[in-house]
């Protein structure tokens, strides 16, 4: 069951997800996307932040777990990053290309999810792409998206997400008289569980922590917090577990009111 409750409350969270979700796609994709205005704009920034604020106050009542290397609600402040992305663009497109660069990435900085996992036995690279593409244009998530060279980019994961969410609040105000919105909206539930739970959580933690470690300084470090914070908060919403649970240390609970 989420933390955040169902119903009108729901819609809501759902809300500052999607915008959540937006932001990190913008701040994960290279500055030459143009999708830079959703975290350099002084009112988008005014925006995230509130969203962001929201989520930490109604998760801030509620109890949960939190695996080795992930934060609690209080890392959940986009004011620290916002801080960081006071530099000239140019700036910030020299930093991401030292971090990401999708050639010769910082160790445990890549941003493609099959570098930071254990492939399975009988692992073929081509064929997961080539899954993952599928799964994206199941849902016509390539329909009008610029996406990355390759579908395991992180931005271009976080992006799938943010489309997800849209869809499933799309389709909830419909549900009420359309009986194909509520499968929909149903669908797009099951899908943000699914992805996150068999995908997401087996590697967005080893990139967060990897940002923090290996950056040295900028906006990466604090956006590595960040998203350490967001995983878990975003596992116990969805009910989702990580794929392998395998050397992950012992759980500690986060008290109420952190």
């Known amino acids: 069951m989420s933390i955040f409750g169902t119903g009108p409350e729901r819609g809501l969270i759902d ?8 932001i990190l796609a913008a701040l994960l994709s290279h500055p030459d996307e143009g999708k830079w205005g959703r975290v350099l704009n002084a009112e988008e920034q005014r925006r995230g932040i509130e969203a962001v604020d929201a989520v930490r106050s109604m998760a801030s009542s509620t109890p949960y777990t939190l695996l080795p290397g992930e934060f609690g609600c209080e890392e959940l402040d986009l004011r620290f990053l916002v801080v960081d992305l006071c530099q000239p663009l140019e700036h910030l497109k020299a930093e991401y290309e030292r971090v ?7 160790k445990g900085c890549s941003p493609f999810a ?10 073929i690279q081509a064929e997961f792409l080539a899954d993952l593409a ?6 016509d998530f390539s329909e009008g998206n610029r996406l990355p060279r390759r579908p395991d980019h992180v931005a271009c994961e976080m992006e799938f997400m943010n489309w997800l969410i849209t869809q499933r609040r799309l389709a909830a105000r419909m549900a009420g008289v359309e009986q194909v919105a509520a499968e929909q909206s149903a669908r797009c539930d099951l899908a943000q569980h699914n992805f996150f739970s068999d995908h997401l959580s087996g590697w967005l933690g080893s990139f967060a922590t990897g940002l923090q470690k290996h950056t040295g300084g900028g906006y990466f470090e604090p956006l590595g917090r960040f998203l350490a914070a967001w995983i878990s908060l975003e596992r116990h919403h969805l009910g989702a577990e990580p794929r392998s649970r395998e050397n992950l240390g012992p759980r500690r609970e986060v008290p109420v009111g952190t």
């Open 134 to 139: 599928g799964l994206y244009r199941a849902f």
């Open 15 to 22: 809300g500052h997800r999607e915008r959540v979700y937006g």
């Open 100 to 106: 990401l660069c999708t050639k010769r990435p910082r």
């Open 114 to 123: 099959i570098d930071h996992q254990k492939p399975p036995a009988g692992f």
